[in-house]
């Protein structure tokens, strides 16, 4: 009977130890692609004078990463979909958080399933 019960502690530590390797990979996963998408961000940002392109970064917040625009917060909304005139009309809106949020969702999801394959 006491193998039974070695056996049944057994797999219990070793579920644990995969269990530990699999979250330390995603976070390290979410991380990377966290900072990916900041720089992708300052990159394909619109560039005035340069300080919004400059102020995206990357927070932890609980167990989540989040990308922000540290310097000039206001005017991710009024770029990314445009706003209106103080003398009438709007201006054109200038995507370019969507898409890298769509891609860093796809980069992560793919990311979790190789590690979860294995």
Do not use: C
Not at 21 to 31: G, H, L, N, R
Not at 48 to 73: C, L, M, P, S
């Amino acid at each position: 009977m006491t193998s039974i019960n070695n056996l049944a502690n057994e797999i219990a530590k070793q579920l644990q130890a995969y269990t530990s390797e699999v979250k330390e990979q995603i976070e390290d996963a979410q991380k990377a692609v966290a900072k990916e998408g900041a720089n992708k961000l300052k990159q394909t940002s619109p560039k005035d004078t340069g300080e919004y392109a400059k102020g995206w970064r990357v927070k932890k917040q609980n167990k989540t990463f989040v990308i922000h625009n540290a310097t000039q917060y206001q005017l991710t909304h009024l770029l990314e979909k445009g706003h209106a005139n103080v003398g009438g009309g709007r201006t054109s809106p200038r995507v370019h958080i969507a898409p890298v949020e769509t891609e860093v969702i796809e980069k992560f999801t793919s990311d979790v399933e190789r590690i979860l394959r294995g």
